[in-house]
């Protein structure tokens, strides 16, 4: 349980016992973070609820709101600066300075405007049972990452991960949504399977511009692969 409670405190804002880290909780922890997107799913698809009560653009905001205080905005600040990096249009070292910056640029606040309109609009476009899965996607997208690329600053919590990411953490990062998919609703593996591809297709983008990845650019790969998976849900309903 201390190792749930850790993996907890640290990707969650969900209020947990205080559990003294040690890096062996830590890493024995990595492979239980797509399990943590069961409970955050959970969480979401109560608060999909309120349709019941309220018209789907109260509940979209309710929504969006609820993710960004289960998650405390932890990988909407790796999306920002990744993309105020990867979109300066500077060399390689350059990028990773930006990205390092604590000031958000112009690209890392349209990236978050995107983010709000995305959600505002998608969330009363898909089943709402579909957001137990989109967490589990999300949790499990850092994982994908690491297992295809190495750690390109010297030192780090993100560097712990991936230099400890390895076979059973990606077993366990497809394996859950998988599982999770089949039991909700089998079509969704369709977007379970695009939103792991798109991981994999980002990491290897990033493989080329930057050598590698940060914890910054896990934390976007997070929030890129919960929106292709939102995306595919709408499509495969609106078309299928």
Known sequence: MKTIWLMMAFFTRLPVPYVEYTEERYLKGLK?????????????????????IFDKEVVSMILLGGYIVLTGGLHLDGLADTCDGIFSGRDRPRMLEIMKDSHVGSFGVLSMIFFVAFYMVMYGKIPYDSLIILPVVGKSAPLVSAFFADYI???????????????????MAIFVPVVVAVLLNPWYLIAVGAAILSVILFTNYLKTILGGITGDTMGMACELSQMVFVFIIYATEKFF
């Not at 600053?153 to 077993?171: A, T, W």
């Open 153 to 171: 600053r010297p030192s780090g919590m993100g560097k712990l991960l991936v230099d400890n990411c390895g076979k059973i953490e990606l077993f």
């Open 32 to 52: 239980i973070i797509p399990l943590l997107g069961i409970l955050m799913g959970g969480i979401l698809y109560g608060l999909s609820f309120f349709h019941l």
